[in-house]
């Protein structure tokens, strides 16, 4: 099924109990609001279904994985109800991820900024390319990673996290991001990317399905109040992203790009 909107699209397919959602934007694989929401709302779907025995989510492309919300939007929010609706939409589909019964397998093959990172760091099982570097740059546009630092902070530490979101202009590299725990693997080749995507996708779909969900209970445990935390938290991004500070610092940057 594809599903076009904001010039991008998102795609989900499901062959032999294997689903793989796959999401596209020409500006750099960034996730508007709409395309966000169904983004999550096929990844929920995709959990629930009798039929999916393990999700698979990646982006199209060779470049950026996932450069984050839309500043196109964020540039654009005029009341509190809007911008926390806007902020809200990562924390949907982290809490997808999170709530689904079946393993959620990221791809991610190119840099990743803001919330790509919390993506990245949301998924089950994350395979990436050498070069897959990354960048939590909220802070630089006078907010901060609210939302997506739950799933950051869980997956690399407070430590690692705390230094990734102060210094809001320094890129860590891929191997950064193994050796802290936010990948699982990382490869030199797509091809040998892909190919270990597929042996872990096909091992998971013959494995058992109630083993799995009891996994996924164990390995988030302790987030069972995420749906409250990461409103709250959208909230305070929402109210940070009307303030003149940030609005001045949105319009700098796109200046600059």
Known sequence: MLQELNGGYVKTETHQGITTIEFFHPKGNSLPYKLADVLAKEIHFAGTHDETKVIIVKSAGEKTFCA?????????????????????????????????????????????????????????????????????????????????????????????????????????????????????????????????????????SHSNPAAMAEMKKMLWNGTEHWDVLLQERAAISGKLALGLFTKKAIEKFREKV
């Open 68 to 204: 984050g919300a839309s500043f196109d939007e964020l540039s654009e929010l005029n009341n509190e109800a809007e911008a926390i609706q806007f902020f809200s939409t990562f924390a949907h589909i982290i809490n997808a991820i999170r709530k689904s019964t079946k393993f959620v397998i990221g791809r991610v093959h190119g840099k990743c900024v803001g919330g790509g990172v919390g993506l990245a760091a949301a998924f089950d099982y994350t395979i990436a390319m050498h070069g897959a570097d990354i960048k939590l740059s909220e802070l630089e546009m006078g907010i901060g990673p609210f939302v997506i630092g739950a799933a950051i902070e869980r997956k690399i530490g407070i430590g690692a996290f705390s230094a990734l979101s102060i210094d809001a202009t320094m890129w860590r590299n891929s191997d950064w991001a193994k050796r802290k725990g936010m990948f699982a693997e990382i490869h030199e080749k797509v091809e040998n990317m892909d190919e270990s995507i597929f042996r872990l996708a096909n091992r998971l």
